[in-house]
C-alpha cells in the first residue's frame, strides 16, 4: 500500500527558534501534498495546499510567511515553521495525493506534534 | 462555511460491544462524507466513504449511511475488538473528491479484552 512518512513525530524546541517538517510519499509520487494542524480538542484544519514546483496555496488565515512550504521533488514537502512561538504548539499532520491511479488517492502521514517552549 | 461535527470522548468501551459514533455536517453543497481511523503511532487511513444520498459505506465490519435528510454519517460496528482501539475522524469534501477534507474532532476508542 501506499506509504506517507512524515518526521519528526514530535519535536521541542524554544520560542523564536525555526522547525522544518518533513512530509515523504515513500511508494508513489505525489504532485500534491496537503499539510493540517490540529489543536487540543479542535478539528483538523487545512493550512495549505503544496504544489511540486509551484507556490503552495494557503488557506484563508494561515500567515504563509510564518509556515513556509517547500515542495521540491515529487516526493518530498517540508513545512517549516519560523520563530515559533508557544502559540504554534499543536498536532501537525501531512497528506499526500497519489497519482496517477485508480482507487483511494489520499494517504495521511503519522502526524507531527510540536512543542513550543 | 461547511462544517463536522462529532460525538467527542474518549470512549471505552469493552470487547464484542456495540460502537456508535455519532456525525453530523454542514454543507453548501452535496457532500461526499468519510470516516477516517488512525491507529497509534500511524498515519490517518481510509476506513469508508459515501459519495451520495442513501450509500452505505462498510468496511471491517463498519458501516456507515449516508442520511440527507437528518445530514448525519454515524459510524456502527455491532462487536468491537481490541483492535480496532484508535481514533476516528468523519470528515467530508465538497469537491466529489477527498482532498480537500473537512474533518471533525476526532474521537478516540479504547476498547478492552
Not at chain 1, 496555496?57 to 514537502?77: C, M, P, R
Not at chain 1, 497528506?95 to 496517477?100: E, H, I
Not at chain 2, 477516517?36 to 450509500?55: F, I, N, R
Request: net charge neutral.
Amino acid at each position: 500500500g501506499a506509504v506517507v512518512s512524515q518526521h519528526p513525530s514530535w519535536v521541542i524546541c524554544k520560542s523564536g527558534t525555526s522547525v522544518k517538517i518533513e512530509c515523504r510519499s515513500l511508494d508513489f509520487q505525489a504532485t500534491t501534498m496537503f499539510w493540517y494542524r490540529q489543536f487540543p480538542k479542535q478539528s483538523l484544519m487545512l493550512m495549505a495546499t503544496s504544489n511540486e514546483g509551484s507556490k503552495a496555496t494557503y488557506e484563508q488565515g494561515v500567515e504563509k510567511d510564518k509556515f513556509l512550504i517547500n515542495h521540491a521533488s515529487l516526493t518530498l514537502s517540508t513545512l517549516t515553521v519560523t520563530s515559533a512561538h508557544p502559540e504554534d504548539s499543536s498536532f501537525y499532520i501531512c497528506s499526500a495525493r497519489k497519482d496517477p491511479g485508480s482507487g483511494e488517492k489520499l494517504f495521511f502521514g503519522s502526524g507531527t506534534q510540536l512543542s513550543v517552549l | 462555511g461547511d462544517s463536522v461535527t462529532q460525538m467527542e470522548g474518549p470512549v471505552t468501551l469493552s470487547e464484542e460491544a456495540f460502537l456508535t459514533i455519532n456525525c453530523t455536517y454542514t454543507a453548501t453543497g452535496y457532500p461526499s462524507l468519510f470516516w477516517y481511523v488512525q491507529y497509534p503511532g500511524e498515519g490517518l487511513q481510509l476506513l469508508l466513504k459515501a459519495t451520495k444520498a442513501d450509500d452505505k459505506g462498510s468496511n471491517k465490519g463498519f458501516e456507515a449511511t449516508y442520511r440527507k435528510e437528518t445530514t448525519s454519517f454515524h459510524l456502527e460496528k455491532g462487536s468491537v475488538q481490541v483492535s480496532d482501539s484508535a481514533v476516528y475522524f468523519c470528515a467530508l469534501s465538497d469537491w466529489g473528491g477527498s482532498e480537500k477534507l473537512v474533518f471533525g474532532k476526532g474521537m478516540k476508542l479504547t476498547v478492552n479484552p
